[in-house]
Nanobody, 124 residues
Framework: QVQLVESGGGLVQAGGSLRLSCAAS????????MGWFRQAPGKEREFVAS????????DYAEFAKGRFTISRDNAKSTVYLQMNSLKPEDTAVYYC?????????????????WGKGTLVTVSS
């Protein structure tokens, strides 16, 4: 069993930055492929970014490229999402998720674990 706890969300003005963290605890937590997803009010969940166990492979949604950076520290079993140049449309609850064995699919299907999310609000 792996528990995922997100933190770092909050209120920020457009153009600002936030760094989200996802702390994983439990058996072999650092051995999971990790991803970030988000869900805005009234919208479906969407993929943000993912990272392999070794951090060699990363994947970003188009809207995240050039603004967001995913990283991980396996010694701390923590995954990060650095978000820069935030826009009001980035307002959402951000979730981290873990998958064993393969890169996180953009659909979010087949994830082994999900966190409860952290709210990011970007004001204009």
């Amino acid at each position: 069993q792996v528990q995922l706890v997100e933190s770092g969300g909050g209120l920020v003005q457009a153009g600002g930055s936030l760094r989200l963290s996802c702390a994983a605890s439990g058996r072999a937590a650092s051995a999971y492929f990790m991803g970030w997803f988000r869900q805005a009010p009234g919208k479906e969940r969407e993929f943000v970014a993912s990272i392999s166990v070794s951090a060699i492979n990363v994947d970003y949604a188009e809207f995240a490229k050039g603004r967001f950076t995913i990283s991980r520290d396996n010694a701390k079993s923590t995954v990060y999402l650095q978000m820069n140049s935030l826009k009001p449309e980035d307002t959402a609850v951000y979730y981290c998720a873990a998958k064993i064995g393969t890169m996180v699919p953009r659909t979010g299907d087949g994830m082994n674990y999900w966190g409860k999310g952290t709210l990011v609000t970007v004001s204009s």
